[in-house]
């Protein structure tokens, strides 16, 4: 794409890439979790690990650093891999709703 039609300012387009690639693996994490949590269809837990790792890497970006705060801050174990058992992630969840 970029070679056949490149953009005029390439620093530009992409930092904000990396802006929709954050809010696209956002959006999909929490689509999975939803799925695996309320759903109860647990085979998308063993992609969240790579979605994850997406996500840490789009926010690496100094444009979304106040995005990154964030969710250090609200959800300080979010790089953490969930665990492999669907009920221990439930049951986890379950304790931080209190």
């Not at 106040?66 to 439930?90: K, T, Y």
Request: no cysteine; proline share 9%.
């Amino acid at each position: 794409y970029l070679a056949a039609s490149p953009p005029a300012d390439p620093h530009s387009f992409a930092a904000w890439y990396r802006v929709l690639a954050a809010q696209r693996y956002t959006k999909v994490v929490g689509r999975f979790a939803r799925l695996t949590l309320r759903d109860g269809r647990d085979g998308y837990l063993r992609y969240l690990p790579r979605i994850l790792g997406l996500l840490d890497d789009a926010l690496a970006d100094p444009l979304l650093s106040e995005v990154r705060a964030v969710l250090d801050h609200a959800l300080p174990a979010w790089r953490l891999s969930p665990p492999d058992n669907p009920a221990r992630l439930r049951e986890r969840v379950a304790r931080t709703r209190g």
